[in-house]
C-alpha cells in the first residue's frame, strides 16, 4: 500500500542545480534529515520552487543529503531549478481532497454513535457495531 509520509515545516535549498530529466535532488549539507525516509512504496511530496516556477515533487527515498524523486507531480510540469531555490514539504491540494473523500467515506459508513455507560460504540449503515474505538475500524 502506498502510504503518504508527512513532515512539519521541512524547508531547506537546493545544494545543486535540478535538471528537468533529474532523479535525484540534494539539499543543504545536514538539511535532509528535515524530511521523511520513505522505504517500500511510501513517499513524502516536496515542492521546489525558484520564486516563479514550483513543481510538486514525490520524494521516494531519502539518503543523507540526497533525495530520491518522481518528477511533474499534481499536474506540475517538471523545470530546472537553479542552486539555492527552496525545497519544502508542504500540503498540497490533491492531498487535502483525498483527506476530503476520507472523511467523507467515514461518515457515510458510520451511522451513529450509540453512548452507552459513558462509552462509545460505533455503529455501521447496516446497524452492526464496528468497534468501540476508531482504531478497530477497517473501513
Known sequence: ????????NATSLLASALGVAATQLVVTTGEGVLFQTPIA????????????????????????????IVRAQE???????????????????????L?????ARIETNLLDVILTDGASVLVGDTGNVLGSDINDIAL
Open 1 to 8: 500500500m502506498n502510504k503518504q509520509l508527512f513532515s512539519n
Open 41 to 68: 512504496n511510501d513517499f513524502e511530496l516536496i515542492t521546489v520552487t525558484d520564486g516563479t516556477a514550483i513543481e510538486i515533487i514525490k520524494c521516494t527515498g531519502r539518503s543523507g543529503d540526497v533525495l530520491t
Open 75 to 97: 499536474n506540475t510540469t517538471a523545470a530546472t531549478f537553479a542552486l539555492g531555490s527552496t525545497v519544502y514539504a508542504g500540503v498540497t491540494k490533491n492531498t487535502l481532497e
Open 99 to 103: 483527506l476530503q473523500l476520507a472523511t
